[in-house]
């Protein structure tokens, strides 16, 4: 998963739920934006921006649990629908709509938040 397709303005085609491990992530890149896409085990798909919102770890290399990723650094757990971390951390990093049509999967570039 690298490269981005147009579909219309706003989506773009990044591949395949076949492509992302079952509770795993696979990065895509948007110019300077890396963009982590996940893949729940219910086959849920969300798409953040790979990095926490507290050191800037890696959300792509975390454990996905639920509907959350646990940053790999220091263990801050993060929301896949909305970016915000959880409990008592503060912060939130930039989430991505993301759309299904069939196995493929398209992120809205133009609404991350």
Not at 82 to 93: I, K, M, P, V, Y
Not at 96 to 105: C, H, K
Request: aromatic share 6%.
């Amino acid at each position: 998963m690298n490269a981005l397709t147009r579909d219309s303005n706003a989506w773009h085609l990044v591949g395949s739920i076949d492509d992302i491990p079952s509770q795993g992530a696979r990065c895509v890149e948007n110019g300077e934006t890396k963009i982590a896409v996940f893949r729940t085990a219910d086959d849920r798909i969300f798409a953040l921006e790979d990095k926490c919102p507290h050191k800037n770890g890696p959300l792509s290399q975390g454990i996905v649990h639920g509907g959350c990723v646990t940053c790999p650094l220091h263990n801050w757990v993060i929301s896949l629908e909305t970016g915000a971390a959880t409990g008592a951390d503060e912060g939130r990093t930039a989430s991505f709509p993301v759309r299904l049509d069939g196995r493929d999967i398209y992120l809205n570039l133009e609404q991350g938040a």
